[in-house]
């Protein structure tokens, strides 16, 4: 039954110990509010799986969240690395952190896979690459109908999918505008799901006819967090805060640096502080 109720309360009822999460959003969308709450109420040895992994991912892995990243790019956008998943790849600080890296296609095939309830995704892909070498995940099967040799990834199924969209209904029916990745995918390949929203609306109308559509049986809570998706955008409400991405790189490359700025920007605030950061940015 879907339940709308605040942040905290969704995390701390969802998200445990050990779970695998995709938090995903595609250039805007990005469910940052989400992201520092598992902070804040410190979830380990978490597998986090995402299309683009960027600073919300290098905050996480930064704060010892996790285990192992599934993913099929890394940085931070228009910028350069990510400077606390390198450290934790390369230094094992602050946790050592396992990886699996996949081609955008694999891993949109995956999730597609999960939501069907198939045990794998088979693509054309990976030819000429040398990922299978060090992926014991890619694999290759033969088309019993024309002989073809095919590339196969294991289905995505997250114990959790946490996706930022623009407007839920009071059922729980979740409306997403602009560009999408793979929310929709994620969501129906999920045992449960959390969806951040910037309003709640008696009912979801006059929307552009290619929006995306969560029923509210796709979804586990719903928790009202206006400007949820800051530094990242969110179409039709505000614009990509381009500044912060920008520093985000000095502010990363440096241990100490990150965990005080962690400590006064996600540590001590609250999703409702979200909602003024964003008002800032538009």
Not at 11 to 26: C, K, P, Q, R, S
Not at 117 to 138: E, F, H, Q, T, W
Not at 188 to 217: G, Q, S, Y
Not at 239 to 248: E, T, V
Request: with cysteine.
């Amino acid at each position: 039954m879907i339940r709308h109720t605040d942040l905290a309360s969704a995390i701390e009822a969802n998200v445990a110990d050990g779970d695998t999460l995709a938090l995903e959003g595609f250039t805007h969308l990005i469910p940052f509010a989400a992201g520092h709450e598992i902070i804040r109420q410190g979830r380990r040895r978490l597998t986090l799986i995402r299309m683009t992994p960027d600073l919300i991912y290098d905050q996480m892995i930064g704060m010892g969240c996790a285990d192992k990243l599934v993913f099929s790019w890394g940085g931070n956008p228009g910028v350069g690395s990510l400077h606390r998943f390198r450290d934790a790849v390369e230094n094992r600080w602050p946790t050592p952190l396992d990886v699996e890296e996949h081609s955008h296609a694999a891993l949109a095939n995956a999730y597609d896979a999960g939501a069907a309830g198939l045990p794998c995704a088979i693509l054309r892909g990976y030819l000429g690459s040398d990922l299978a070498k060090v992926n014991g995940n890619i694999r290759s099967v033969t088309c019993p109908f024309t002989g073809e040799v095919l590339s196969a990834v294991p289905a995505l199924r997250p114990d959790v999918a946490i996706v930022h969209a623009q407007r839920a209904d009071r059922e729980g029916n979740v409306l997403i505008e602009g560009i999408v990745g793979v929310q929709k995918e994620a969501v129906l390949a999920a045992k449960r799901a959390i969806v951040t929203v910037e309003e709640v609306v008696d009912d979801l109308t006059d929307v552009h006819p290619n929006a995306t559509f969560l029923p509210f049986w796709t979804v586990t809570a719903i928790a009202l967090v206006p400007g949820g998706a800051h530094p990242s955008y969110a179409h039709g409400y505000y614009s990509r805060d381009n500044a912060h991405y920008k520093a985000w790189d000095a502010i990363s490359r440096d241990r100490d640096s990150f965990l005080a700025w962690m400590k006064d920007n996600v540590l001590s605030k609250r999703p409702e502080d979200f909602a003024t950061q964003a008002g800032r940015a538009a």
